[in-house]
């Protein structure tokens, strides 16, 4: 007999975690998809920032600031052990791109955007504290500023939203793997391949393989429409030593693209590279001048570091997905796209890009694009309430 779901989710990082989540607490059938296992690809390998992405408000991204900023808020109150606030040093030097006034102004905005309470509050930093920067180089340093944003583990987070699709009835089937899909008038017939094949109906199939996105698309009949995009590399490098004030945001002195450095489970992390990557998403690894990248930006900044003999912890390398157009990849838009593969009662959907922060509000946002395809059903949670907890 012929398994049915409401929904089919393919993908089992952070945004088809909290598709589940979303579909199963509006009282759907869902069935969960992930050819690995959950948080294998880039939920595992991001900056772990739950912040409002304070860079973006240059390119005139204010709408998707302020809906990072709120999102922060509330898994602050759901996530508390996953979610934690950290203050972020921003030091300006002589040669930084942007002046002191230019960045009190954008974090005066970013303040507003967040809602002026006071936990969102920034500060300047007096000179008697630059010292006690976890030895942050202070030569040419004119001013540094304090302000508050979170940090988390991604793949905890993860799959504490997994958990909490599946406590309100989804199904998650992983390693499997999507074979083929037909689609018809009311619905989809899915051909996947756990520990043998295997077929189902469901009526809408949410496409959030990430970097695998595409390539899910070919398998679907009639095609779908995609969008031609750039997989966008982004590099870590894990090194010895403990920051003890927080984390700080920087300007690697090479290209002046934002790098972060940053406490992570009593070592530092240093992230990220942006390098447009051409292989198998399978296959992406660190490259070895992205290490030195990282390790020249934490050298100029951290002068500790010069004497070290290059210790790397460890290293890992995810990928985005980015509009492809020409230019530096940190140039380009941050916005999530949602693509129906027909404008009234959609039966695929595919989401590319998406920030970690922004993760339920996407889903909420793929749910009011899916409703006329689905069938009445009752509401049995609501995501804006579900507590999120550690294993």
């Known amino acids: 007999m012929t398994e049915r779901y ?30 690995t296992a959950l948080a294998a690809g880039t939920s595992s390998r991001s900056s772990k920032l739950i912040h409002g992405g304070l860079r973006y408000l240059e390119s005139g991204h204010f709408k998707l600031v302020r809906e990072c900023l709120q999102e922060r808020a509330l898994l602050l109150t759901l996530a508390p052990d996953l979610v934690r606030m950290r203050s972020f040093y921003l030091p300006l030097y002589r040669h930084t791109r942007r002046s002191p006034w230019q960045i009190r102004i954008g974090l005066s905005l970013y303040t507003l955007l967040a809602g002026l309470a006071k936990d969102t509050l920034f500060r300047s930093v007096p000179r008697r504290e630059w010292e006690g920067l976890d030895g942050l180089n202070t030569d040419d340093l004119r001013a540094v500023y304090c302000y508050p944003d979170a940090q988390t583990d991604d793949a905890a987070l993860t799959h504490a939203v997994m958990r ?17 899909a037909e689609c018809g008038d009311d619905g989809v017939t899915l051909h996947y391949h756990d520990s043998q094949p295997r077929q189902c109906q469901v009526r809408v199939l949410v496409n959030a393989a990430g970097p695998w996105a595409n390539d ?14 750039d997989l966008v590399q982004g590099t870590h490098i ?15 002195p090479r290209d002046r693209r934002a790098v972060f450095v940053m406490p992570w489970r009593d070592a530092t992390l240093v992230g990220t590279t942006e390098t447009v990557y051409r292989g198998d998403p399978a296959q992406v690894r660190p490259l070895p001048a992205e290490i030195d990248y990282l390790w020249e930006t934490l050298a ?51 989401i590319y890009g998406g920030k970690l922060t922004a993760y339920r509000a996407t889903a909420a946002a793929v749910m009011t694009r899916l409703l006329p395809s689905l069938p009445d059903r009752t509401p049995i949670a609501d995501t804006r309430s579900l507590p999120l907890h550690p294993a």
Do not use: K, M, N, W
């Open 216 to 229: 899910v698309l070919r398998r679907v009949r009639p095609s779908p429409p995609h969008c031609t995009v």
């Open 300 to 350: 100029h900044y951290f002068p500790q570091h010069r004497q070290d003999e290059r210790q790397l912890l460890d290293s890992f390398a995810g990928l985005r997905v980015l509009p492809a157009r020409p230019g530096a990849p940190f140039s380009r838009s941050r916005e999530t796209i949602l693509l129906p593969d027909r404008e009234h009662r959609p039966r695929v959907l595919t």
């Open 164 to 180: 909490s699709a599946l406590s309100l009835g989804a199904r998650l089937e992983a390693p499997a793997r999507i074979q083929q």
């Open 6 to 35: 409401d929904l089919a989710v393919i993908g089992g990082g952070i945004h088809g975690a909290g598709v589940a989540q979303a579909a199963a607490a509006h009282g759907y059938s869902v069935l969960v998809l992930e050819q």
């Open 238 to 252: 894990l090194v010895p030593g403990q920051l003890r004030r927080g984390i700080y945001y920087l300007e690697a």
